[in-house]
């Protein structure tokens, strides 16, 4: 029973162009999620958060849009660069916060 | 201030075997939760140690249990491997529990487990 799921599991972009990473989720007690980026052996490296208050949260070239309605949240690089690549996940938690729900991952592939 | 580390990177086991895993939390953080990643798939939560205590616990079976000393290092112990448990294991330390949402967690690079 997959709560968190991304469904492209890779999206190739060319250098300086906007990336778009999707994530839904099933589970509408969740109200906080966040998106980890993945190099090859590493560990997932926080990126960017928003809580349910929000609709939008903007660090740098990252945004996180987050549509409750849908249950859809949506990771935005712009302008793209080849250092983005990487498996990005998208996180999500209930309030009591202890426990978080991974997607399964997108492979992003960013041309030069 | 160091990161989180877990020990070994890489493990062969054999079914039926017991495995145990370490990591070391990030300076300052109180709480380690524990991951299995399988190949393809994203991480799902095992289960949660919060000053010394389990804090949660995901859908795996008993076999899977832990351990955080006081220093908040942490162990995943695994009894009576079985193949499907093979997979990457990451630990993630935080500071605190619910309340700052910009708290999150901290991953160490994980420990690779093979049962053959």
């Known amino acids: 029973d997959q709560q968190v799921k991304q469904n492209s599991p890779s999206l190739s972009v060319q250098e300086g162009r906007i990336s778009i990473l999707n994530c839904d989720y099933t589970?509408?007690?969740?109200?906080?999620f966040l998106w980890y980026k993945k190099y090859p052996a590493e560990g997932p490296t926080f990126l960017i958060s928003?809580?349910?208050?929000?609709d939008k949260n903007e660090d740098g070239r990252f945004t996180v849009f987050l549509n409750k309605s849908a249950k859809h949240l949506s990771l935005h690089i712009v302008p793209s660069q080849p250092g983005d690549s990487a498996v990005y996940f998208c996180?999500?938690?209930?309030?009591?916060?202890?426990?978080?729900?991974f997607g399964s991952g997108t492979k992003l592939n960013v041309k030069p | 201030e160091t990161g989180v580390t877990q020990s070994p990177t890489h493990l062969i086991k054999t079914r039926g075997q017991q495995v145990t895993l370490r990591c070391s939390s990030q300076?300052?953080?109180?709480?380690v939760s524990w991951y299995q990643q399988a190949l393809g798939q994203g991480p799902q939560f095992i289960f949660q140690?919060?000053?010394?205590?389990?804090?949660g616990r995901g859908n795996f079976p008993p076999r899977f249990s832990g351990l955080q000393f006081p220093n908040y290092s942490s162990e995943l112990n695994v009894n009576a491997l079985e193949l499907d448990d093979s997979a990457l294991y990451l630990c993630?330390?935080?500071?605190?529990?619910?309340?700052?949402?910009?708290?999150?967690?901290?991953f160490g690079p994980g420990t690779r487990l093979l049962v053959l």
């Open positions: 993630a330390s935080s500071q605190g529990l619910a309340g700052d949402r910009q708290e999150t967690q901290y």
């Open positions: 589970n509408s007690m969740f109200d906080y």
């Open positions: 928003i809580s349910s208050i929000k």
């Open positions: 996180a999500a938690s209930e309030y009591n916060f202890n426990k978080f729900y």
């Open positions: 300076s300052g953080h109180n709480t």
């Open positions: 140690y919060y000053r010394e205590e389990e804090n």
